[in-house]
C-alpha cells in the first residue's frame, strides 16, 4: 500500500506544521472533504462523523488487517499515519484488542462525543471488528451473536430520534466484552446509565418517542396487535408524537423483526418476548387514559378517570382489578407511622402519578431487558478472563431548554474529560516530572474544579439538590437555586441572574430560573424547574403495590418494593445520588484499564454529508482540548516502560543482556539501547522507566525483536529436531540392540535347548540302552526267553532223560529209534540216534575176537569188491566164509593135496573147470594158498594145477548169480601156455575175496576183478570170447550151460 502517496494532510496531527488552530481545522476539513475521517493523535483516534456509507467497512477490510499489528510497521513510515489508513477504527480496536491479547492488559476504549458524532456507530464498529478476528469456534461464535445482537435490542428500547440524531441513543452504556486466554471471548456484562424515561411521555418537537413503540405498531402482525389490544396507527396514542411519526431511512417493521430475532438469539424465551411486548403496549395504553378534573364535595379538587374503557383494558390485559387502578392512579396513601391517611389527588397530580408510572414501568422494563441480556452473556466466574470495556455513553448536550437529564449527562461527560486530562495530559506531565525528565510545561484546561463544583460530596450541586429534596418544610425547585446561588456566589464556573447581578452583568439569555456552569465544552445554561422532582423521581406507593398486584409475572418482578408487606419509609436513594455513585463506579473501572480514545466529531448541525461547519467542529476540538493534547503529544514521548519490563522485553535484542544478565535492570535496558546504538535524542531514562521519543524507535526495535525471536524460535527448533532426532535415534538404536540381542537369545537358546534335547535324548537311548542290558533279565519281555530257555531246556532234559530210560537195543541190527517228542530235535535225535548206532558199532566192533576181525575184514573185503556189482553177493552176506568145504583139517589126505606149498589153505572148495575147447565141466578141487592157487582133479588126486598168484593177471565174473569166473594169468607165467581158466564155484565170492587178498599180501598188488558178461580168455595160443546170458531163473538149479559157437566163441547160459 502506498500510503503516503494516497495521504490527505496529515494523518496524525503530531505531524501538523504548524500546530495552530487553523491549520488543525483545515487539516480535517481537507481530510473529511476527501472522505478520510479518522485522524490520530498518537493513540487518540479523531472519528468525523460522514453521514454516509464509507466503503472502508467490512470483513474484506477486517480480513486485510487483521494480522497487522501495530508493530509491524516499516520503521521509515510514521505509525500514526499508517495506522490512519489503515482504517484508524478497527486499527484503535485491533490495538486494544492485541494489547488485551498479547500484553494481558485490561483495556478500555473510551468513545466521547456530541450527540450525533457517530459514537455508537463506532462502538458497534469495535464490536464487529472484535468479533471478526477473534477466534471462532461454535461456542464463541453463539457469544459473539449475543453480544452483537444485544445492540438492535438496546437500541430499539433505548434509542429514538432526536433533532441532532436520527437514532439518538437516550441511555449510557458500557459495556466489558470479556475474553479468554486466546482472545476468545467468553461474554460480557453490559453496565446502562440513567435512561432518558421522560421521553416516554413527552419529546420535543420533531422528536420521537422511544423505536419500540413505533416498531411495534408497525411491525407486529395482525395476530400480534389483535394479542396486545393495539391499533396500527401511532395516531391513536397520547405518548407517541403525532407530527413525527417516521424517520427517514428507518424501517420500523423490519427493525421490529430485528429486535425480535436478536431477542431470540440472545436467549429470550417466546413468553417473555410477548411479556416484553404487553409491557410496552402497557406503557402507551397509560398514555391514553385521559383524566378528568372533579371537585369534591368539601371543595377540595379531585380526579377521575374520563373513559373506563382504556383503564378496563389495562386492567385485563396485567390481571388487576381496573378499580384498584383507577383508585392508584388518582389517590394517594400516606403512611406515617402512626396512621394511614389517603388523599385524593388533583388533576395535575393524577396526571403526574400516570407519567410517572408510565416512565418508572419503561425504565425499568429496560432495566429488566439489560439484566436479561447480562444473564445470557454473563461468564461463569471461575473463569480467568481479560476484558475489553466499549464506554458509549450519552455526548455533551447543550440544548435550548437544559433540564436535569442535560445536567447528569454533561456531569458525566465533564467526567470523562476527567479521565482523559488525567490519563493523558497531567498524568503524562506529572510523569516527567516525576522521572526526573526535563520537560516545559504544556498548559491546558484542569476542569477537576468543575467536576468539583457538581459532586462535592457537601458543597457539590448534586449534594445540594439531594438536600433539598430530603429537607423538610417548604422545597421547591427556587429555593434550590436559591441556595445554589448563595453557596456558589463566588465560584468562577457558576453563573446566574443573582451572581451576574451582583457583579453587574447584564445578560438576557439568562432567565431568572436558571444557572450556569461552565463546562469544559461550554457554558451550559440550565433551568431549575423539574430538579427537585426529577431527583426525587417519585412513584406513590399506591401504584408501584397496584402494579406489584398484578397478575403480570414481568411487570409484577418490576415492582419489588409494591410489596404491601414491606413497611420500610427510607427513601430510595435520589436519581442524582444514584447516578453520581453509578458514574463512580465506571470512573474507578476505567482508571483500572488502559484507554483507547475514540473522539467523535460532529461536522455539522444537520445530520448532512460532506458539510463542514468550521465553528462547529471548532468548538468541539476545543473543548475535546485537541491541539492541547498534540502539543503533550509531540513535546512528550510516544512511549514509556518501566525498566524491568522494558529489559524482559527487549534484552534477547543485546549480546551482554541474553541469554542471562546479572546486573540491574536500568543498566541492562542502557545496555541493550546502548549496542543498538540509537540517537541519544529519541531515549530519555527516567528515574524507573526509559522513555522513548517516536513510536518509530519502538517500531524498529518491535521489528528487531520479531526478527530476533524468529532466529531463536529457529535455535531452539534446531536443537529441539536435533534433540529429538538424537534421542529418537539412540531409542531406535537401543531396541535394534535389544531385539537383536533378544533375537539371538533366543535362536542360541533355541539351538542350545535343540542340542540339549538331542543330548538327553542320546543319553536316555544310552542309559536306556544300559539300563535295559543291565535289567533285560528282570524284564517280563525277557522272562518269555528265560521261560522259553527253561522250557526248552527242561524239555530237551526230559528229552534226553526219556531217552536214555528208552534206548533201544544195543543190537547193531537193530536200527529203531524211538521218535523225537518235538519237530526241534528232529535233527538232534537223528544226529543221537547215529551217535548211538555208531557206539552200538564200536562197542561191536571192540568185542569182535582177532578172528571175527579177520572175517568180518574179508566180509568188508568182498562187500567193497562186490556189493551192488553182483547178483549173488546179497546172499553171501549172511553166510561166514569158512573157507574148508572139504574139511580139510580132519582129512589129511585132503592135507596131502596140498603138496609142498606155502602156508596153510586159505580156501578148500570144489570147482567146476569149463573145458574151453567144448564146453564141457569137469569138477576140480580148488586149494588157495598164500602163494598158490592149486586146482586138482578130484578122480585122479595126483593131477593138480598149480598157478601162482603172481601170475594171475585178472579175474573175471558176471553180474549174474551164477558162479563162473574166469583166471588170467600172466602170458610169461608157468602155467600160461595152457591158457586161462575158466571155472565155476558155488562160493565164489568168498573164493574170489581171499584171492584178492592173498594177492595184495603176496605182491602189494590189487587184482584187478572185472564183473562183465563178456570176456575173453586164451586159450592155445589163441582166445575165445565167452559171452554170458542170463537164462531163466529157477531153471537150472545153478547149473550153466555152455555152447559152442564157432570155434572161437563160447555162449555160457547161466
Ligand atoms: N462511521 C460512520 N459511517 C456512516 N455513518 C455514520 C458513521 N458514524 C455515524 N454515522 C451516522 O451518524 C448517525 C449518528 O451516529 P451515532 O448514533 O453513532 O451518534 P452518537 O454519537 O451515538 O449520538 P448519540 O449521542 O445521540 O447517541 C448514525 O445514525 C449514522 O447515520
Ligand atoms: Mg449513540
Redesign the pocket.
Known amino acids: 500500500m502506498t500510503l503516503m502517496e494516497d495521504s490527505v494532510g496529515v494523518g496524525d496531527l503530531v505531524l501538523l506544521e504548524p500546530l495552530e488552530e487553523e491549520p488543525l481545522l483545515k487539516n480535517l476539513q481537507l481530510r473529511y472533504e476527501n472522505k478520510e ?1 479518522y485522524t490520530y493523535i498518537g493513540n487518540v483516534l479523531i ?1 468525523m ?6 466503503p472502508i ?1 467490512g470483513p474484506e477490510f477486517i480480513a486485510k488487517y487483521r494480522d497487522y499489528t501495530f508493530y509491524e510497521l516499516k520503521p521509515h513510515i510514521p505509525t500514526s499515519v499508517f495506522t490512519c489508513f489503515l482504517l484508524p ?1 478497527y486499527a484503535l480496536a485491533n490495538v486494544a484488542y492485541q494489547s488485551l491479547r498479547d500484553r494481558d492488559r485490561d483495556q478500555c476504549i473510551l ?1 466521547t ?13 469495535v464490536m464487529s471488528y472484535v468479533a471478526a478476528v477473534c477466534g471462532k469456534g461454535e461456542q464463541v461464535n453463539s457469544v459473539k451473536e449475543q453480544l452483537l445482537q444485544s445492540n438492535p435490542v438496546l437500541e430499539a428500547f433505548g ?1 429514538a430520534k ?1 433533532i ?7 441511555f449510557g452504556k458500557y459495556m466489558d466484552i470479556e475474553f479468554d486466554f486466546k482472545g476468545s471471548p467468553l461474554g460480557g456484562v453490559i453496565t446502562n446509565y440513567l435512561l432518558e424515561k421522560s421521553r416516554v411521555v413527552k419529546q420535543l418537537e420533531g422528536e420521537r418517542n422511544f423505536h419500540i413503540f413505533y416498531q411495534l405498531l408497525a411491525g407486529a402482525d395482525a395476530h400480534l396487535l389483535e394479542a396486545l389490544k393495539l391499533k396500527r396507527d401511532t395516531s391513536h396514542y397520547a405518548y407517541l408524537n403525532q407530527k413525527v411519526s417516521r424517520v427517514d ?1 428507518m424501517d420500523d417493521a423490519s427493525n421490529f423483526k430485528s429486535v425480535q430475532n436478536a431477542m431470540t438469539v440472545i436467549g429470550f424465551s417466546e413468553v417473555e418476548i410477548q411479556q416484553v411486548l404487553e409491557v410496552t403496549a402497557l406503557v402507551l395504553k397509560l398514555g391514553n387514559v385521559e383524566l378528568a378534573d372533579e371537585s369534591q364535595a368539601n371543595g377540595t379538587s379531585a380526579s377521575g378517570i374520563r373513559d373506563g374503557r382504556g383503564v378496563q383494558e389495562i386492567g385485563e390485559m396485567i390481571g388487576l382489578n381496573s378499580e384498584e387502578l383507577e383508585k392508584a392512579l388518582c389517590s394517594r396513601t400516606m403512611k406515617t407511622a402512626k396512621e394511614e391517611v389517603v388523599t385524593t389527588l388533583n388533576f395535575t397530580q393524577a396526571q403526574y402519578a400516570r407519567d410517572a408510572l408510565a416512565k418508572n414501568i419503561y425504565s425499568r422494563l429496560f432495566n429488566w431487558i439489560v439484566n436479561r441480556i447480562n444473564e445470557s452473556i454473563k461468564v461463569g466466574n471461575g473463569e480467568k478472563k481479560k476484558v475489553m470495556g466499549v464506554l ?4 455533551f448536550e447543550i440544548l435550548e431548554d437544559n433540564s436535569f437529564e442535560q445536567f447528569v449527562i454533561n456531569y458525566c461527560n465533564e467526567k470523562l474529560q476527567q479521565v482523559f486530562i488525567e490519563m493523558t495530559l497531567k498524568e503524562e506531565q506529572e510523569e516527567y516530572k516525576r522521572e526526573g525528565i526535563p520537560w516545559t510545561k504544556v498548559d491546558y484546561f484542569d476542569n477537576g474544579i468543575i467536576c468539583n463544583l457538581i459532586e462535592h460530596n457537601q458543597q457539590g450541586i448534586l449534594a445540594m439538590l439531594d438536600e433539598e429534596c430530603l429537607r423538610p418544610g417548604v422545597v421547591s425547585d427556587s429555593t434550590f437555586l436559591a441556595k445554589l446561588n448563595q453557596v456558589f456566589s463566588k465560584h468562577g464556573y457558576y453563573e446566574s441572574k443573582v451572581t451576574q447581578n451582583a457583579q453587574r452583568q447584564y445578560d438576557h439569555t439568562m432567565g431568572l430560573s436558571c444557572f450556569r456552569i461552565c463546562h469544559y465544552a461550554g457554558k451550559v445554561t440550565y433551568n431549575v424547574n423539574g430538579f427537585i422532582d426529577k431527583n426525587n423521581d417519585l412513584l406513590f406507593r399506591d401504584l408501584s403495590q397496584a402494579m406489584w398486584k398484578a397478575q403480570h409475572p414481568l411487570l409484577q418482578s418490576l415492582f419489588p418494593e409494591g410489596v404491601p408487606t414491606q413497611t420500610s419509609l427510607k427513601r430510595p436513594p435520589t436519581a442524582g445520588a444514584q447516578f453520581k455513585s453509578s458514574v463512580a463506579i465506571l470512573m474507578k473501572n476505567l482508571y483500572s484499564k488502559n484507554p483507547n480514545y475514540i473522539r ?1 466529531i ?1 461536522p455539522n448541525e444537520h ?1 448532512q454529508r460532506g458539510q463542514f461547519s468550521s465553528e462547529l467542529v471548532a468548538v468541539q476540538t476545543r473543548y475535546l482540548g485537541l491541539l492541547e493534547n498534540v502539543r503533550v503529544r509531540r513535546a512528550g514521548y510516544a512511549y514509556r516502560q518501566r525498566y524491568g519490563p522494558f529489559l524482559e522485553r527487549y534484552r534477547l535484542l543485546g549480546r551482554s543482556t541474553w541469554p542471562r544478565w546479572n546486573g540491574g535492570d536500568r543498566e541492562g535496558v542502557e545496555k541493550v539501547l546502548g549496542e543498538l546504538s540509537l540517537s541519544s535524542e529519541e531515549l530519555a531514562f527516567g528515574k524507573t522507566k526509559i522513555f522513548i521519543r517516536s513510536p518509530k524507535t519502538l517500531f524498529y526495535l518491535e521489528e528487531k525483536r520479531r526478527l530476533r525471536l524468529q532466529q531463536l524460535a529457529t535455535l531452539i527448533q534446531k536443537i529441539y529436531r536435533g534433540w529429538r532426532c538424537r534421542t529418537h535415534y539412540q531409542l531406535m538404536r537401543k531396541s535394534q540392540i535389544l531385539i537383536s540381542s533378544w533375537f539371538r537369545g533366543n535362536m542360541q537358546r533355541k539351538h542350545y535347548a535343540k542340542i540339549k534335547a538331542s543330548v538327553v535324548l542320546i543319553q536316555a537311548f544310552v542309559r536306556g540302552w544300559k539300563a535295559r542290558k543291565d535289567y533285560r533279565k528282570y524284564f517280563r519281555s525277557g522272562a518269555a526267553l528265560t521261560l522259553a530257555d527253561f522250557i526248552y531246556k527242561s524239555i530237551t532234559q526230559k528229552f534226553l532223560l526219556g531217552l536214555r530210560n528208552n534206548l533201544p537195543s544195543t543190537n547193531i541190527l537193530d536200527r529203531t529209534w524211538p521218535a523225537a517228542p518235538y519237530r526241534c530235535f528232529n535233527t538232534a535225535n537223528q544226529e543221537l540216534q547215529q551217535l548211538f548206532y555208531r557206539w552200538k558199532c564200536k562197542r561191536f566192533r571192540d568185542r569182535l575176537s582177532p578172528k571175527q576181525v579177520e572175517i568180518l575184514k574179508e566180509k568188508l573185503c568182498a562187500s567193497e569188491l562186490f556189493k551192488g556189482k553182483k547178483a549173488s553177493y546179497p546172499q553171501s552176506v549172511p553166510i561166514p566164509f569158512c573157507g574148508d568145504y572139504l574139511g580139510l583139517q580132519g582129512n589129511p589126505k585132503l592135507q596131502k593135496l596140498k603138496g609142498g606149498e606155502e602156508g596153510p589153505v586159505l580156501m578148500a572148495d570144489t570147482v567146476k573147470k569149463v573145458n574151453r575147447g567144448n564146453g564141457k565141466t569137469s569138477s576140480r578141487i580148488l586149494l588157495l594158498t598164500k602163494g598158490h592157487v592149486i586146482l586138482i582133479d578130484t578122480k585122479k588126486s595126483q593131477a593138480k594145477t598149480v598157478i601162482g598168484l603172481d601170475s594171475v593177471a585178472e579175474v573175471s565174473v558176471t553180474s549174474f548169480k551164477d558162479g563162473l569166473f574166469s583166471l588170467h594169468l600172466n602170458e610169461i607165467s608157468s602155467v600160461g601156455s595152457r591158457g586161462d581158466f575158466l571155472l565155476v564155484s558155488e562160493h565164489v565170492i568168498e573164493l574170489l575175496t581171499k584171492m584178492y587178498q592173498a594177492v595184495l599180501d603176496a605182491t602189494q598188488r590189487q587184482l584187478l576183478i572185472s564183473v562183465t558178461e563178456k570176456f575173453s580168455v586164451r586159450f592155445k595160443e589163441s582166445s575165445v570170447a565167452v559171452k554170458v546170458i542170463q537164462g531163466p531163473e529157477g531153471d537150472r538149479n545153478g547149473k550153466l550151460k555152455c555152447k559152442k559157437k564157432g570155434s572161437r566163441c563160447l555162449e555160457v547160459t547161466v
Do not use: F, V
Not at 113 to 125: I, R
Not at 164 to 170: H, K, L, Q, T
Open positions: 475521517i472519528s462523523n460522514p453521514y454516509q456509507q464509507l467497512y477504527s468513545i462525543g456530541e450527540s450525533g458524532a457517530g459514537k455508537t456507530e463506532a462502538s458497534k464498529l434509542n432526536t441532532r440524531n436520527n437514532n439518538s441513543s437516550r431511512g458509549d455513553i450519552y455526548g467523535c460532529k445530520q
